[in-house]
């Protein structure tokens, strides 16, 4: 294992003080918690995401007006303890409630949902909305269901642009199931990922092989085979998309290419213009674009195309609307 | 050599044609060139960069308003031929003149030069500026003096900002030469980077080794020695920092850990962390910072640490002020 880090044990700790550090105007640390929450907590709706760490800069890198208020940093690949979100709820809480954003996988399930209750027996309002735009597979290791991976960054950014326009908590909810509904993500991986108190890569590819599928933790994917080339598998993802989308001529869509934390931008730059050909060559609208790291797999090479229906057109328009965090750019 | 590519000799092409398709609204390519431009160039004294692909989001991330009108890609690790900066210099002008914000590399100096002449002779008025921050070693394999590395994205930053406000052109030469003295970058690398059409590292380290002082292309550093910690890393590399500035207490400054293309958020917080706490510890004022991958090594893991001394305080203004750009964060 070759990584700048101290202790392993003490990376996300040191991590989060670098984090709040490094945004000192924007970000600060609730003591004694891993939560990260916006100094000034605008007087609405606050959302709160996170999950297990080694995701940057999901979810942290999120927080500032127009995003999310509070992110739980778990340890890495491990959800935060009910506590840790039970305490980002109260830290932001203005009094008209909290929205949680949970990435669909059982332990943050769980302990989101225990921190609800334990938020609801002091009176605070709390809805959720679940993320599952990952369509490659069902049930996986730690998923009931379909995981939730980079497509969470746009519910984030479009609930985020709602709450600050004054949505209540109750429209938040509802709004987002409809987004989550019309995002839809696909990723492929060239190496493993390894997690620093483990020392190993979770998985391990050939020199020349590549997976289709893979989670951001490392969760098997549907398909190996050989190392093709970008507009191949562009094509593949693209395909897998369309047959879940179903979707028609001239529909508005937004694109997302996340790199996996160690593809470097040249290689999301050609794999997104194959990805923007093949969209466009289907008559699709493609509305809104993003290329760049959102939600990391701590050092895995690989990416994913993530596509949002645009149902509305206000989506749209929260999409782009400025923001005050430290990585949506 | 696994990669997310088609033929390895048309990478730079198809890169181009993502960035500017993922920010169409703010970018266009100049046609039958590799010249990225701003579409809506502000009236002002217009600033070019540019340099070998596979530094991204250097250069092409940091146009737009407040930084650069135009960068210029040459293919992987090799200067843009001097007809390349020419167009760019054409395509940008606004009868105020352009800026040049040239990496000290032999082929660089030597190509930004000539496209100057030939601008020259059309009347149109040319400034350089020339960006040597790497005090890791002095006359590299490409270079005579010292490498102009992540520092130099400070420099676009501040003269962007300056341009922006109206300075002229003889004032940015003379800013930049000030802000230029007072930037200084040491990196370390822990694998090294494969140019597509070599399909080979271009070196290589031991499992358990890293490398201090290697540069963005590769270029050999000062000493290599065993995998240590972050501390130990940030520790080294800030007292060759201070070495060069032999600054005094008080002082403020600004600091930027930049990730070379492989090294996740995760690490770059961790170091950061250390380097901030080691700079603080010596009483200097940290008034700006700044984490992530600005000028990346194409998938190299290592990173550098940047630190400008803030000899006056509106280059804290013009670092702090708001750009359009696709990657200032």
Redesign the interface.
């Given at each position: 294992m070759?990584?700048?880090?101290?202790q392993p044990e003490n990376?996300v700790d040191?991590?989060i003080?670098?984090?709040v550090?490094?945004?000192?105007q924007l970000l600060e640390r609730v003591p004694n918690t891993n939560v990260i929450k916006q100094i000034n907590i605008p007087n609405q709706v606050a959302l709160v995401s996170g999950g297990g760490?080694?995701h940057?800069?999901a979810h942290a890198?999120f927080v500032g007006d127009g995003m999310l208020q509070a992110a739980v940093c778990g340890e890495?690949f491990t959800s935060p303890t009910s506590d840790q979100v039970y305490e980002a709820i109260k830290a932001v809480d203005q009094g008209q409630g909290v929205l949680l954003i949970i990435k669909n996988y059982s332990g943050d399930i769980m302990n989101f949902e225990m921190a609800q209750e334990l938020a609801e027996m002091d009176d605070i309002k709390v809805g959720k909305v679940i993320v599952d735009d990952d369509i490659a597979v069902e049930d996986s290791t730690f998923t009931q269901g379909k995981r939730g991976v980079a497509g969470t960054v746009l519910v984030h950014k479009i609930l985020g642009s709602a709450a600050r326009a004054g949505a209540s908590l109750d429209e938040l909810v509802e709004l987002g199931q409809q987004v989550v509904a019309n995002i839809k993500t696909v990723g492929?991986a060239?190496?493993g990922a390894t997690v620093p108190e483990v020392g190993q890569p979770g998985f391990v590819l050939a020199?020349?092989e590549?997976e289709f599928g893979v989670g951001i933790h490392g969760e098997p994917g549907y398909r190996k085979e050989k190392?093709t080339?970008?507009?191949e598998?562009a094509s593949e993802i693209v395909e897998k998309l369309e047959a879940a989308f179903n979707w028609e001529e001239n529909e508005a869509v937004g694109i997302l290419?996340n790199g996996m934390?160690?593809?470097?931008?040249?290689?999301?730059?050609?794999?997104?213009?194959?990805s923007?050909q093949l969209l466009a060559d289907k008559n699709l609208h493609i509305d809104f674009?993003?290329?760049?790291?959102f939600m990391?797999s701590?050092?895995m090479?690989g990416?994913s195309l993530t596509v949002i229906r645009l149902a509305d057109a206000n989506w749209l328009e929260h999409l782009e609307a400025d923001v005050t965090t430290?990585?949506w750019?």
């Open positions: 070759k990584k700048i880090i101290n990376v040191e991590m003080n670098g984090i550090r490094s945004n000192s760490s080694g940057e800069p890198g890495v492929v060239l190496t020199d020349d590549i190392l080339t970008s507009k598998m290419v934390g160690g593809t470097p931008l040249m290689e999301q730059f050609v794999f997104f213009n194959d923007y674009t993003k290329v760049g790291n990391t701590i050092e090479q990416l430290a990585n750019i």
